[in-house]
T-cell receptor, first 113, second 113 residues
Framework: AQSVSQHNHHVILSEAASLELGCNYS??????LFWYVQYPGQHLQLLLK??????LVKGIKGFEAEFIKSKFSFNLRKPSVQWSDTAEYFC???????????FGQGTTLQVKP | DGGITQSPKYLFRKEGQNVTLSCEQNLNHDAMYWYRQDPGQGLRLIYY???????QKGDIAEGYSVSREKKESFPLTVTSAQKNPTAFYLC????????????FGPGTRLLVL
C-alpha cells in the first residue's frame, strides 16, 4: 500500500536557521506531491505542490521542495526560518486513479525567537 | 468570498449518540473529502465523493456515514458505532479528476462527554 513518511516529528530551530524537513513516499507510479502547513488555530494551507516538470518547486513564504524520483523523496526547505513559521507541516502524495491523498504523520516545527 | 465552511467549530457527543458535522463549499468543486486528524498520525481519509449521489469509503470508514445530495454539501455523521470519535475532522474539496489539489476547511473538533 502507498505510504508517506516524515522523518522528523518535532523540530526546534532558532530564527534565521536553515530548515529541511524530510519526506519519503512509497509508490512507483506517477505521483503528485504536496506540502501543507497548519499554523496554530488556522486552516490547513497548501505550501507547494509538484505535478511534473522542474523537480525544484517554489512555494509561498520562501519555502521550496525538491522532488528526487530515485530517492522517492520530496524534502521541504527554507534557507532562513522566522518565528512565524512555527506550525505543523504535512507531506502528502496523490496517486493512482482514486484521488486519495495520503498524508505523512506531520512534523511540528517550533522556531525560537 | 469563496471557500469551505465547516460547522460547528466544536461538537460534544454523548455516549450512544449520533452527531452530524457539516461541510459546505462554494468553489464549484465536484469532489469532496472527509479526513480525521489525530496527534502524531497525520490525516486519514474517512470518505470521499467525486460526484453528487456517489461516494466511496476511505481508509477508516467504519463508524461513519456520509451523503452527497448536493454538489455544495457533504455532511459526515459520526455514529455510535465509532468507538473512538474524539478527533479533529477536516473537510476538503477539489475540482473533478483524480489529480487535483485539495483545499481544506477550518475543521470541527469533536469531543466525547
Amino acid at each position: 500500500a502507498q505510504s508517506v513518511s516524515q522523518h522528523n516529528h518535532h523540530v526546534i530551530l532558532s530564527e534565521a536557521a536553515s530548515l529541511e524537513l524530510g519526506c519519503n513516499y512509497s509508490y512507483g507510479g506517477t505521483v503528485n506531491l504536496f506540502w501543507y502547513v497548519q499554523y496554530p488555530g488556522q486552516h490547513l494551507q497548501l505550501l507547494l505542490k509538484y505535478f511534473s516538470g522542474d523537480p525544484l518547486v517554489k512555494g509561498i513564504k520562501g519555502f521550496e521542495a525538491e522532488f528526487i524520483k530515485s530517492k522517492f523523496s520530496f524534502n521541504l526547505r527554507k534557507p532562513s526560518v522566522q518565528w512565524s513559521d512555527t506550525a505543523e507541516y504535512f507531506c502528502a502524495a496523490l496517486s493512482g486513479n482514486t484521488g486519495k491523498l495520503i498524508f505523512g504523520q506531520g512534523t511540528t516545527l517550533q522556531v525560537k525567537p | 468570498d469563496g471557500g469551505i465552511t465547516q460547522s460547528p467549530k466544536y461538537l460534544f457527543r454523548k455516549e450512544g449518540q449520533n452527531v452530524t458535522l457539516s461541510c459546505e463549499q462554494n468553489l464549484n468543486h465536484d469532489a469532496m473529502y472527509w479526513y480525521r486528524q489525530d496527534p502524531g498520525q497525520g490525516l486519514r481519509l474517512i470518505y470521499y465523493s467525486q460526484i453528487v449521489n456517489d461516494f466511496q469509503k476511505g481508509d477508516i470508514a467504519e463508524g461513519y456515514s456520509v451523503s452527497r445530495e448536493k454538489k455544495e454539501s457533504f455532511p459526515l455523521t459520526v455514529t455510535s458505532a465509532q468507538k473512538n470519535p474524539t478527533a479533529f475532522y477536516l473537510c476538503a474539496s477539489s475540482k473533478s479528476g483524480y489529480r487535483e489539489t485539495q483545499y481544506f476547511g477550518p475543521g470541527t473538533r469533536l469531543l466525547v462527554l
